[in-house]
Antibody, heavy 120, light 109 residues
Framework: QVQLVESGGGVVQPGKSLRLSCVAS????????MHWVRQAPGKGLEWVTFIWFDGRIQYYADSVKGRFTISRDNSKNTLYLQMDNLTAEDTAVYYCARDLSTIFGLLGYWGQGTPVTVSS | EIVLTQSPGTLSLSPGERATLSCRASQSVRNNFLAWYQQKTGQGPRLLIY???TRASGIPDRFSGSGSGTEFTLSISRLEPEDFAVYYC??????????FGPGTKVDIK
């Protein structure tokens, strides 16, 4: 069965960096585009970024453009999110998600999330 | 960029009642690429409906989706205790960002 397990979250000071990881199993990782979606405390879902199956193309929400970088290592079945220059507004649970099929953005599988707190 | 609004913000119903949730898009959603997700407290979201009306694998038939263009509806025919949750609509397809609506909370009356 499809499994997505995020890690790397924690407490970090404003202006610092953090890298999240998502290890995938149960499917051919290199065949699917992948996403990060976040949820601030008590708030709704916010799509953050996605990367094509082969890593060639990435898209970002305006709120993170220039500060966050999505990448993947298909040999390790792992998705990454490098987060730089963090602010309090980046405090959220970060979910890794997989496209259901070849249609971008239809999020058929989700991890349980990893929490990130940006605080001094 | 498509903006989604959902109504009502909160829906208070009893088990066995019918729930009707609305999602409105700021512009027409191409190919009816509109999905609904369910999220329970402390859990990741789960895909319920895609293509506006197709149930995802394993989703009970009490969940149904309808609509086209800019107006979409998620219906739950008879609420079960496990259906009390927050529901989000989302557009997807070729154009990022893949925005979510703000959500509708269905809680027990």
């Amino acid at each position: 069965q499809v499994q997505l397990v995020e890690s790397g979250g924690g407490v970090v000071q404003p202006g610092k960096s953090l890298r999240l990881s998502c290890v995938a199993s149960g499917f051919t990782f290199s065949s699917y585009s992948m996403h990060w979606v976040r949820q601030a405390p008590g708030k709704g879902l916010e799509w953050v970024t996605f990367i094509w199956f082969d890593g060639r193309i990435q898209y970002y929400a305006d709120s993170v453009k220039g500060r966050f970088t999505i990448s993947r290592d298909n040999s390790k079945n792992t998705l990454y999110l490098q987060m730089d220059n963090l602010t309090a507004e980046d405090t959220a649970v970060y979910y890794c998600a997989r496209d259901l099929s070849t249609i971008f953005g239809l999020l058929g599988y989700w991890g349980q999330g990893t929490p990130v707190t940006v605080s001094s | 960029e498509i903006v989604l609004t959902q109504s009502p913000g909160t829906l208070s119903l009893s088990p066995g009642e019918r729930a009707t949730l609305s999602c409105r898009a700021s512009q027409s959603v191409r190919n009816n690429f509109l999905a609904w997700y369910q999220q329970k407290t402390g859990q990741g979201p789960r895909l319920l409906i895609y293509g506006a009306s197709t149930r995802a694998s394993g989703i009970p038939d009490r969940f149904s989706g309808s609509g086209s263009g800019t107006e979409f509806t998620l219906s739950i025919s008879r609420l079960e205790p496990e259906d009390f949750a927050v529901y989000y609509c989302q557009h997807y397809g070729n154009l990022a960002p893949f925005a979510f609506g703000p959500g509708t909370k269905v809680d027990i009356k």
